[in-house]
């Protein structure tokens, strides 16, 4: 059955694999031509790791190039096995994972801890969701430790740019404008009532932080922050030759099996971070499903699990990653499920608009165009995923403490895992919970904390 056929209340057309429900396009679901322009404009969001990469692994930028292309070919797993998500970073554990590593010397050792970093996470998480046991094993986690952990990955991604030598170090002017301007465009409520009202900026809100790149592209040379961007023409030339000689276990052999224990810490701190995007990814994906009943659109969470836990083990060993393969990019993931509530003949299908946004970064990725004209601002586009990233991790981290005690003992979690790392900030949560709660360690309290503020919402609304 082809993608015209689908009948009301249907799911779209697919081909039955095991958990796995494959879609292509053309043939399963519509081309979205407005969803894979955007995305040929967003890829610059991709690019902006490659900062990360030099700085970490001190690697050219042709060869972190060719790790963004991996993993943009891997982001296409999601819509193509039935996870109907725009698969993104698990950004709020980068500076966690470049905490970690940069505790060995840069070089092959570094490289190592790298990639047996993300190959456990691989393999963790799709031992997780072949059994099913996701949702079990984070309950087990307290409150108190899971609100630290978020707490702590948000802190670390605010310090990452302001600590000395950091991107804010590099462009005081561009991010102090360019992230006034991002957080008036996604979080202020003025704005909100704006986009409701007209159509215009309704248009720049669905594109995300996209025009804030765009203004910081004019912005830095204003300032004489980064240069004017040379545009050149034709393909960019990721080095994939260099990447695996160099980078991969095929030049430098595998790592030491004492770095997959000694990881494990990290691992299991940016696996509850990731488990955060699996939850808002279902509330999302939900939310426009009950807008569009005439596709029926479900999220399996263990599906999930088996794609981004494969994509994490295989680019472990054809590309590690600084910023792992997470189930979400958040801002589109929005952006998409907002385009899916306006009808059918807005988006035919859901996997159509998140399959045809994420055709459209690769695509982006290869043209010089694209890639010459925001190469002198990457560094300010990557302090402004991770300064949202951070506001947005505060929140959700508050949020998941569930009585003062919880806040104090989160507070002191997050503050220690930014300054010691994982294992310190794990063995200071379970000591504080044991003490401060004793036999209640896994259920701790539920007080009246944020009941005045949630009173004070439903009076707004």
Not at 100 to 115: N, S
Not at 258 to 263: A, C, L, P, R, W
Not at 292 to 317: C, Q, T, W
């Amino acid at each position: 059955m082809k993608w015209k056929d689908r009948k009301y209340g249907e799911e779209s057309p697919y081909i039955p694999a095991g958990p796995f429900k494959i879609r292509l396009p053309f043939i399963h679901y519509r081309f979205e031509w407005p969803d894979y322009v955007q995305g040929l404009l967003m890829c610059a969001v991709d690019l902006s790791a490659i900062p990360l990469l030099i700085e970490l692994l001190g690697m050219p930028f042709e060869v972190a190039l060719a790790i963004v292309v991996l993993n943009g070919v891997f982001y296409l797993l999601h819509h193509l096995l039935g996870d109907p998500a725009v698969p993104g970073w698990i950004t709020p554990a980068i500076p966690l994972i470049m905490l970690y590593c940069q505790q060995f010397p840069e070089g092959p050792e570094r490289v190592h801890a790298l990639i047996a970093f993300q190959m456990t996470l691989g393999i963790l998480s799709v031992f997780l969701g072949a059994t099913g046991l996701a949702a079990k094993v984070v309950k087990l986690i307290p409150s108190a430790m899971k609100s630290g952990v978020i707490l702590g990955a948000g802190f670390a991604a605010i310090i990452s740019v302001f600590q000395i030598g950091g991107k804010f170090d590099d462009f005081p002017w561009t991010i102090t404008i360019a992230i006034g301007i991002g957080f008036y465009l996604l979080f202020s409520k003025h704005f909100a009532t704006l986009q409701n009202r007209n159509p215009f900026w309704g248009t720049v809100a669905k594109l995300g932080i996209f025009p804030v790149i765009i203004i910081a592209v004019v912005i830095a040379p204003l300032f004489g922050e980064a240069a004017w961007p040379t545009i050149q023409w034709g393909f960019s030339s990721p080095d994939f030759i260099t990447l695996w000689n160099e980078y991969t276990i095929f030049g430098i052999g595998f790592p030491p099996i004492m770095m997959f224990v000694t990881g494990l810490p990290t691992v299991l701190a940016a696996y509850i971070v990731l488990f955060g995007d699996v939850l808002q990814t279902k509330a999302l994906v939900e939310d426009g499903a009950a807008k569009r009943p005439d596709e029926k659109v479900e999220y399996s969470p263990s599906r999930a699990h088996l794609i981004f836990g494969i994509r994490n083990s295989v680019m472990s060993i054809l590309g590690p990653d600084v910023t792992m393969s997470g189930p979400l990019w958040s801002a589109m993931q929005v952006v998409m499920v907002e385009r899916f509530k306006k009808g059918r003949k807005a988006m035919d299908s859901f996997f159509g608009g998140v399959g045809s946004f994420r055709w459209g970064t690769n695509t982006g990725l290869f043209l010089l165009p694209i890639v010459s004209l925001v190469q002198p601002i990457l560094g300010v586009a990557l302090a402004l995923t991770m300064l949202i990233q951070g506001y947005v991790s505060v929140k959700v981290g508050i949020l998941e403490s569930r009585s003062q005690r919880d806040l104090g003992i989160a507070g002191i979690i997050g503050a220690v895992l930014c300054i010691k790392g994982a294992a310190w900030a794990f063995g200071v949560g379970i000591l504080l919970c044991f003490l401060i709660f004793g036999k209640d360690f896994f259920k701790g309290e539920v007080d009246n904390t944020f009941s005045k503020d949630q009173e004070s919402d439903l009076e707004e609304a």
